[in-house]
């Protein structure tokens, strides 16, 4: 569905991302793992079409992606809940969630798309007038999550929907991952907490200071002596 | 800076402290029979013996209202009954009181000032004085009520209906007698004793009450406003003086609103936003009939706004194509820059360099006034009885323009449009990501925004008789701006208040003008400091200023549980 070849982004003259490739087959959860800086959310600002790329190539259900912009690659199909969640915090919880059918313009399913966000996380439905800003951290992840999805994308792709949640509500929203991609959903997932991430993707790449060092499938990279070293803090 | 008096105090005195009170107010009250001055030069002539100036007239409302407020509660808790807790009280008697007093002094100062020396006031200011001293030294000392539960009071519609209808009659009246007042000091003191009345009314609730009422009423406040607006000609009496400040208030608003889209809605900061006015003034002011024309070609006036919008968001779209790309501050540089290129090239096009388009600095004078289907705005008729000058009808003019921004600008502020701006204002990236064509959209803001401006502009050209390029200065769009901040960012209503005063107050106070830029610059220092989101707050906005605002939560809260309470017929959970 998404192939990424060679792929290099730079910022100013310092290159971010070093011609790195990989591929999500529909249906999947790919999931890219790395610490701080190793250019993931880069990976994904690119796709989504707000970095340019210096070389390489992006191809999305079989055309060339890259070089589109930003707002024609929503059209397309691809949604990304950014990193740091970026609501509107002003907003209302109703209107974030219409911005995010902001490419759309079939009444009557967003609002049946809006009452399907209300219904995974009834606590927006009950606040749904409030501002962005009020919410907590997690119910704010939910609002991000829920924003994104109301797109109705094909490719949904996550910047660390864990980040500064507790155990509890990363449970809570690793589940509603799941679900999302039962619901015929491919994901693309950037996260810290490799543990969470891993146990839910059928396919995982490790990336280190711009560049891939090495992929499996999700359960043999929770296996992964170099995984486990440096990811799940075993020794 | 503020008094703390213990609650055991407040208990201990709180009966000489209300005597005292209303020894102050009925001092006050007794006082507009006696002279303020000697000699009759100062404010409205309040030198007299038992005949009450217009202004001193109006100035009693403020004592009889704490007079009220403190006489009426000594009928005892239990004949009050429930209205008791409903009216503050004893805090609006204080609030009354300070403000009375300020008005006392500014009035007591101007008739120094204009008079030349305090020897020049007379028994009645001294009696309004310490009347008002006392007043406002008691009263502090009485118990603080609590929360004034009036907005909650259920209210039949058509008692809510009358509440806007007075409240608009008021603003009428308070309107049209600050601007009959020739006299500054006078003005002030007026201008004193309205915020002093603004703030009692807030304080004892009838303000949230106007406020829900207007929300439950929301096409007949609407009604009601425009009335009020389009009543005021009437008021004047065929005098031109008013009516030409009133009429360029409102150019100035509509111009105002314009930039309200830009910075307001789409937070991008335009200085430079008086060349799109200009630009309609040059292109009405060169398609008119005036023998200073450099084109043969004229339009009927219909189409002349259409060309001068079009002229106007057509420069729009020039700066704003290579600008709009970068980031917030660039805009600004640029933007400066090109207003001041704007009135620099208006100044050369004199036919010298380049084609003679503007007569250079000497602009293009005597354009005649507008003709509308066999309608003359210059002539003077009789409506009602009352005389109805030149300025009457392009104040109406304008006012008509006003209400179609307004329309389009409501229309567009809840729609997917408005939405995809405030989602670039609040965060430009995210709105990106999720979709949002950002650069178009900031390109139609600022288009449209020119466009409003050059409509203003083509009015204000006929409205002026003649344009020059030295109308056009940066300061002008500092006050365009000023003004949009000053009221509040993103609001119809405060943007509106914010041009009036920005456009009133120099016109008012003209002994004042050398210094008309150290009182702006003060009072924006006052504002950001105290009231950041602007007179009126975006209800999105205010958010902003108020990040993680303990209190302003419980407030949002507490107004949500009244508005509530008062929607549903069983009220509950406020009986202390």
Known sequence: MLEVKDMVVAYGRVNAVKGISFTVEEGQIVTLLGTNGAGKSTTLRAVSGLLKLVSGEIWFQGARLDGTPAHRVVELGIAQSPEGRRLFRQMTVEDNLKLGAYSRRDTAAIRSDMDRVYDLFPVLGSRRSEPAGLFSGGEQQMLAIGRAMMSRPKLLMLDEPSMGLSPIMTQTIMKTIRDLQADGVTILLVEQNAQAALSLADRGYVLEVGQIMFSDTGRNLLGDDRVKLTYLGAD | ?576
């Open chain 2, 1 to 576: 800076m503020r008094v703390i008096i213990s609650d055991e105090t407040k208990v201990r005195f709180r009966y000489p402290a209300r005597a005292v009170g209303i020894v102050g107010a009925v001092l006050m009250i007794v006082s507009i029979f006696l002279p303020w001055s000697y000699g009759s030069g100062a404010l409205d002539d309040v030198g007299f013996y038992g005949a009450p100036s217009p202004l001193q007239f109006a100035f009693v409302v403020l004592p009889v209202l704490i007079l009220l407020l403190l006489a009426i509660p000594l009928v005892g808790k239990q004949r009050l009954g429930q209205w008791a807790k409903t009216v503050a009280w004893n805090t609006s008697a204080k609030t009354a009181s300070l403000a009375t007093l300020a008005t006392v002094l500014i009035g007591l100062a101007a008739i120094a000032i204009e008079l030349k020396g305090l020897v020049n006031i007379d028994v009645g200011g001294f009696t309004a004085l310490v009347g008002a001293l006392l007043a406002a030294v008691a009263t502090p000392f009485l118990p603080d009520s609590p929360e004034p539960t009036l907005a909650r009071v259920k209210s039949p519609t058509w008692l809510q209906i009358l509440g806007i209808v007075l409240m608009m009659a008021g603003v009428l009246f308070a309107a049209a007698f600050a601007l009959n007042q020739t006299d500054a000091g006078a003005f002030l003191t007026f201008v004193a004793f309205l915020v002093g009345v603004v703030l009692v009314l807030r304080q004892l609730g009838v303000m949230a009450w106007i406020g829900i009422a207007g929300a439950n009423n929301n096409r007949v406040l609407v009604l009601a406003a425009f009335a009020t607006a389009f009543a005021f000609p009437f008021t004047q009496n065929g005098s031109d003086a008013n009516m030409s400040i009133a009429s360029q208030v409102l150019i100035f608003a509509a111009a105002a609103l314009g930039l309200n889209i830009v910075v307001g809605l789409v937070g991008l900061l335009d200085l430079g936003y008086i060349a799109f006015l200009g630009a309609g003034a040059f292109t009405a002011a060169i398609l008119s009939e005036s023998a200073f024309s450099t084109l043969d070609f004229h339009p009927p006036f219909i189409v002349v706004v259409l060309i001068s919008g079009t002229v106007a968001s057509l420069l729009g779209l020039l700066i704003g194509a290579p600008t709009l790309r970068v980031s917030g501050d660039y805009l600004a540089i640029v933007t400066l820059a090109f207003g001041e290129i704007f009135r620099i090239t208006m100044n050369n096009l004199d036919g010298n360099d380049g084609p003679n388009l503007t007569n250079g600095s000497n602009g293009i004078p005597g354009i005649p006034d507008l003709e509308f289907l066999g309608f003359n705005f210059g002539d003077a008729h009789v409506i009602f009885g009352v005389d109805i000058g030149r300025f009457a009808n392009y104040y109406w003019l304008m006012l008509l323009v006003i209400a179609l921004i307004i329309v389009v600008f409501m229309n567009l502020n809840y729609s997917r449009i408005g939405r995809g701006w405030v989602a670039i204002r609040e965060d430009e990236l995210a709105a990106e990501a999720m979709g949002v064509n950002t650069f178009a959209l900031k390109l139609l803001a600022f288009a449209g925004g020119a466009f409003l401006a050059g409509v203003a502009g083509a009015v204000k050209a006929h409205h002026d008789v003649s344009v020059t390029p030295d109308q056009y200065v940066f300061l002008e769009s500092a006050f365009l701006l000023a003004a949009v901040v000053l009221g509040g960012m993103g609001t119809v209503v405060g943007v509106l208040i914010g041009a009036t005063i920005l456009k009133l107050l120099p016109e008012k106070l003209r002994f004042f003008s050398d210094y008309r830029l150290l009182l702006f610059g003060l009072l924006m220092v006052v504002m950001m400091q105290f009231r950041p989101e602007g007179i009126v707050a975006d209800e999105r906005r205010q958010m902003e200023f108020h990040d993680e605002d303990e209190e302003l939560a419980e407030e949002i809260e507490e107004e949500l549980i009244s508005h509530h309470a008062h929607l549903n017929p069983e009220r509950r959970g406020f009986d202390l």
